[in-house]
């Protein structure tokens, strides 16, 4: 079964960096965009930043210019750069994948389970 687990969360100081990363894992045949979402506490969950296969990207404006999601060579993979952390980027960040199961003729959404990023003041 396909999985998506993310790393790297923790504790930052306003104005410190994190990259976070995601790995999938499974009975993958295509991964078409595979991103970012995150749910600050109190909030609804929000769209952070996407990249597809051909590495067009797409950020929330919180973010532009200070996050960058990337891919490795293999497409498998997904990061988030997180530069000049605020304390309003504390959330839970969930790393979502639009997959294709080897077995399947169709996409589905695939979410991992969450990391915390917390940064402080």
């Known amino acids: 079964q396909v999985q998506l687990v993310e790393s790297g969360g923790g504790l930052v100081q306003a104005g410190g960096s994190l990259t976070l990363s995601c790995v999938s894992s499974g009975s993958i045949g295509n991964i078409h965009t595979m991103g970012w979402y995150r749910r600050p506490p109190g909030k609804q969950r929000e769209l952070v930043a996407e990249v597809t296969t051909g590495g067009r990207t797409n950020y929330v404006d919180a973010v532009k210019g200070r996050f960058t999601v990337s891919r490795d060579n293999y497409g498998n993979m997904v990061y988030l750069q997180m530069k000049s952390l605020k304390p309003e980027d504390t959330a839970v960040y969930y790393c979502?994948?639009?997959?294709?199961?080897?077995?399947?003729?169709?996409?589905?959404?695939?979410w991992g389970q969450g990391t915390q990023v917390t940064v402080s003041s």
């Open positions: 979502t994948g639009d997959i294709r199961d080897s077995g399947s003729f169709d996409y589905r959404r695939y």
